[in-house]
C-alpha cells in the first residue's frame, strides 16, 4: 500500500499545464491518486484562459511552454489575484541561481526538477496543500476578527449613544432645579423687610448656588469628552521646610 493513498487532503482542483504530454500525464495521474482533480492545459494560453474561469488555488505549470511560458503565466495570475490566493509549482528543467531568483520575484512558490521524482513530486504538493490550508485558516480567522470588530463597534457606538442621551438629561435634571433655587434667591434680595441675617443667608445660598451650577457645567463637559482630549495638570509636592 503506497503511503499517499492514506492522504487526508481535501479534494482540490487543480490546474496543471505542459505541452508534454507524457510529463503532464504524469502529473495528472499522480495527482488523481491523492483524490484531487485536475484541468489540463497543454500550453500557457490554455492555462490562463482556465484560471480565470475557476481561479484554482493550486497550479503545476512547466517553464518552458509555446506562447505564454510558465513564468508569464505566474506573472499574469498574481496580477489579477485579489482575495484569493494561488499556490504555483513551476516544473523545470533549467538551472542557476539567476534564474530561480528571477522567477521567485514573479511569484513562483515551489521549483520541481525535471524528470521528477513521484514521491518527491507527492511531498511537494503536500506542502502546497497546507500552506492553502494555513492560509485558508488565516483568512477565515481574518473574517472572524473583522466581524467581531464590527460587532463591538456596533455595541460601543449604542453605548455611546446612551451616554450621551444620559449626560443631555442629567443636563436638564441638574441644571433646572438649581436655577430654580437661584431665582428664588435672587427674588429674596429684592424684599426689603429682610433682616441682617437673612440677607447673608440669601447672599450664602446664592453663591453656594452658582459654585453647584459651575460644578454641574465642569461634570457634564468632562463627561463629553473623549479619554484622548482630556489633560491633566501636575502639581509638584511643597518641599519640606517651606511654607
Not at 498574481?78 to 522567477?103: C, H, P, Q, V
Not at 437661584?182 to 447673608?200: D, S
Request: aromatic fraction near 6%.
Amino acid at each position: 500500500m503506497h503511503c499517499e493513498s492514506a492522504s487526508k487532503s481535501p479534494e482540490m482542483d487543480i490546474l496543471v499545464a505542459d505541452d508534454d504530454r507524457t510529463a503532464r500525464f504524469l502529473v495528472s495521474s499522480a495527482l488523481i491518486e491523492l483524490g484531487h482533480s485536475v484541468t489540463e492545459a497543454t500550453n500557457g494560453g490554455e492555462a490562463w484562459e482556465a484560471w480565470k474561469r475557476e481561479h484554482h488555488h493550486l497550479v503545476i505549470s512547466d517553464w518552458m511552454m509555446p506562447g505564454i511560458d510558465g513564468l508569464e503565466l505566474c506573472r499574469k495570475i498574481r496580477a489579477e489575484e485579489e482575495s484569493g490566493f494561488a499556490y504555483i509549482i513551476l516544473i523545470t528543467a533549467r538551472g542557476g541561481r539567476a534564474n530561480y531568483l528571477d522567477a521567485m520575484d514573479s511569484g513562483v512558490d515551489d521549483f520541481l526538477h525535471k524528470p521528477f521524482e513521484r514521491d518527491l513530486f507527492i511531498a511537494h504538493v503536500r506542502v502546497a496543500m497546507r500552506i492553502l490550508d494555513l492560509h485558508q485558516s488565516l483568512r477565515l480567522a481574518n473574517t472572524d476578527l473583522e466581524r467581531r470588530v464590527e460587532e463591538r463597534t456596533a455595541e460601543l457606538e449604542k453605548a455611546l449613544q446612551a451616554k450621551s442621551e444620559f449626560i443631555s438629561r442629567a443636563s436638564h435634571e441638574l441644571r433646572t432645579p438649581m436655577n430654580h433655587i437661584l431665582g428664588f434667591a435672587q427674588l429674596l434680595t429684592l424684599k426689603k423687610e429682610l433682616t441682617e441675617k437673612q440677607e447673608a443667608n440669601v447672599r450664602q445660598i446664592l453663591e453656594s448656588g452658582r459654585r453647584l451650577l459651575t460644578l454641574i457645567d465642569h461634570i457634564l463637559g468632562v463627561a463629553k469628552c473623549n479619554a484622548n482630549e482630556l489633560s491633566f495638570e501636575t502639581i509638584a509636592a511643597p518641599r519640606s521646610g517651606n511654607t
